[in-house]
T-cell receptor
C-alpha cells in the first residue's frame, strides 16, 4: 500500500530560526514529490516539485531535498517568518501512468515571535 | 482572479439534508479533482475528471455522493442525506494534465449538525 509519512506531526519554533520537516514514502513506482503549504482554512499551495533525478530544489527560503534511493524527502525553512505558520503537506505521485497521488497528513508548523 | 474558486466557502446543514458544492477550475485545465480533508489530516482523494469524463472514484465516495462536470468546465459535488461524519473541508483542485501540479481552491467547509 502506498503511504506517505511525515514528521514531526507538529513543530513550534521561534521567528528567525531554521527548521527541517521530513517525509518518508513507500509509493512505487515513483513519479514526483511535491511539498505544499496550507494556511489554516485555505487550500494547499504548491512550494516545490521534484522528480527522480533531482536531489535539491529551492523556492526562496524553502529548500527541498529528495533521496529516491531511501525514499526520503525533507523541506528546510531558513530564517522563519510568522507567515510560515501553516501545515506543510508532502504529496507523492505514482508513476507508470496511474497518476495516483498519496498525501501525507502534514506537519503543523507554528512560528512564535 | 484566475485561480480555482469554490462556492460556498462555508455550509452548515442539518443531518439528512442535501448539499451541493461548486468548483470553477483554472480555465484551460483539463483535470479537476475533488478531495475531502478532516482536521489534522491531509486531503483524501474522492474523484477526478478528465474534461467531462469522471475517470476514477475513491471508495470513500459512497452512493450518497455524486459529482458532475457536464461541460468539462465547472464541477459540482452533491451529498445526499448528509451525516455528521460528512463534516469536513471539501477541496477542489485542477491541473493542466495528469501528473502536473494541482492548484487548489480555498475549499468549502461543511458542518453537519
Amino acid at each position: 500500500k502506498n503511504q506517505v509519512e511525515q514528521s514531526p506531526q507538529s513543530l513550534i519554533i521561534l521567528e528567525g530560526k531554521n527548521c527541517t520537516l521530513q517525509c518518508n514514502y513507500t509509493v512505487s513506482p515513483f513519479s514526483n514529490l511535491r511539498w505544499y503549504k496550507q494556511d489554516t482554512g485555505r487550500g494547499p499551495v504548491s512550494l516545490t516539485i521534484m522528480t527522480f533525478s533531482e536531489n535539491t530544489k529551492s523556492n526562496g527560503r524553502y529548500t527541498a531535498t529528495l533521496d529516491a534511493d531511501t525514499k526520503q524527502s525533507s523541506l528546510h525553512i531558513t530564517a522563519s517568518q510568522l507567515s510560515d505558520s501553516a501545515s506543510y503537506i508532502c504529496v507523492v505521485t505514482e508513476g507508470g501512468g496511474a497518476d495516483g497521488l498519496t498525501f501525507g497528513k502534514g506537519t503543523h508548523l507554528i512560528i512564535q515571535p | 482572479d484566475t485561480g480555482v474558486s469554490q462556492n460556498p466557502r462555508h455550509k452548515i446543514t442539518k443531518r439528512g439534508q442535501n448539499v451541493t458544492f461548486r468548483c470553477d477550475p483554472i480555465s484551460e485545465h483539463n483535470r479537476l479533482y475533488w478531495y475531502r480533508q478532516t482536521l489534522g489530516q491531509g486531503p483524501e482523494f474522492l474523484t477526478y475528471f478528465q474534461n467531462e469524463a469522471q475517470l476514477e472514484k475513491s471508495r470513500l465516495l459512497s452512493d450518497r455522493f455524486s459529482a458532475e462536470r457536464p461541460k468539462g468546465s465547472f464541477s459540482t459535488l452533491e451529498i445526499q442525506r448528509t451525516e455528521q461524519g460528512d463534516s469536513a473541508m471539501y477541496l477542489c483542485a485542477s491541473s493542466l494534465w495528469g501528473g502536473e501540479t494541482q492548484y487548489f481552491g480555498p475549499g468549502t467547509r461543511l458542518l453537519v449538525l
